[in-house]
């Protein structure tokens, strides 16, 4: 399986992995990964190690002021034979209480109130894992969502949010991983999933502004006014929207795949398809919401989707499976580009 091999020498690794690394209190994945013995820790470093990527973008990883279940993640893939030296893990909006009424139920201080849905601050938080350092980082987590050119806020929200509600549910990020040849940048999100809401469609409209967040600020918009000015990029993580099945509001993520500044180059599943998550069907079934867009101007030399189909090879699919219901999602970049 071409995923199952690391990236060559002239060619640059990244990828995505929405993992379930993910527990219900602060300190309860750090607990599960030293203790050993957890079978779902141990899926997630297989599938981690097997992908063999340069540049990770890890999402549902709890988040700890320390960083300690970070490292301890880290270390377990390096004695699984991959070391990743270099980590960014910033405090995510997930979990956050904003001290209102949200969803409408009468009570504030419930998951779905928070700034991004959680039961507590950092649960289900974006991570980074690098083998080459990582630089310069915008964080743009904090913008109000009524603050977005165009926003969908005012008019599914409740008044009493629209100065406290964030846009992104769980990150936005500015990354720039420093490697020779110049600097890659990852906008790394994991936008909200366009369900869970009621009539008003709010959840749909805040993923497809958070979508369209990173087509404005490549368009040369940005929230502190400096625009965006990196030649090597690429959108990565959860976008949470398939291009054709199941629900979204898909002029967000339209506004990315049409983007005259990044390319899809559809990484596919050994069997062909495009699906990254494995969900129940007939509903709402396997779809296509992990992506990697690069900039056009970069060279893609090889791209798959890690979901293997039997037991026999490196990673059975059992293995993958426990791990998460999503599937790693890798591209091979010509590094460094002409």
Do not use: K
């Not at 083998?131 to 008044?159: E, K, N």
């Not at 990196?230 to 990315?256: C, M, Y």
């Amino acid at each position: 399986m071409l995923a199952g091999l690391p990236a060559g020498a002239d060619a640059l690794r990244i990828a995505s992995f929405h993992t379930q690394l993910t527990r219900e209190g602060p300190g309860l994945l750090l607990r599960d990964i030293l203790r050993g013995g957890d079978g779902q820790v141990a899926a997630s470093v297989a599938v981690i190690a097997a992908a063999g990527a340069d540049v990770l973008v890890l999402q549902e990883v709890d988040f700890d002021a320390d960083g300690l279940a970070l490292a301890a993640l880290a270390d377990a893939v390096e004695a699984a034979g991959l070391s990743y030296p270099y980590r960014l893990a910033l405090r995510p909006n997930t979990g956050l209480p904003t001290g209102v009424d949200i969803d409408g139920d009468g009570r504030s201080w419930r998951a779905r109130d928070a700034q991004g849905y959680g039961h507590f601050n950092g649960q289900g938080g974006l991570a980074v894992l690098s083998r080459h350092p990582i630089g310069a980082v915008r964080d743009f987590s904090d913008l109000l969502w009524a603050d977005l050119p165009g926003s969908a806020a005012p008019a599914v929200l409740p008044q009493a949010a629209l100065p406290v509600l964030r846009l992104a549910s769980v990150a936005a990020w500015d990354v720039a991983v420093e490697l020779p040849g110049g600097p890659l940048h990852l906008l790394a999100l994991h936008a909200t999933p366009p369900v869970f809401d009621g009539p008003e469609d709010r959840n749909g409209w805040r993923n497809a502004d958070e979508l369209r967040f990173w087509a404005l600020y490549l368009d040369g918009w940005s929230p502190g006014g400096l625009p965006f000015a990196a030649r090597d990029f690429a959108v990565i993580g959860t976008l949470n929207v398939d291009p054709s099945r199941g629900e979204g509001r898909r002029e967000g993520l339209g506004a990315l795949l049409d983007h005259p500044r990044l390319q899809d180059v559809v990484p596919r599943r050994p069997g062909g398809g495009m699906e990254t998550a494995d969900w129940p069907d007939p509903v709402p079934g396997d779809l296509r919401v992990d992506y990697i867009l690069p900039a056009a101007r970069l060279t893609v030399t090889g791209a798959g989707v890690l979901w293997p189909e039997g037991e026999e090879g490196a990673l059975p699919a059992s293995v993958a499976a426990m791990a998460s219901d999503h599937r790693l999602v890798w591209i091979d970049l010509a590094w460094p580009p002409e």
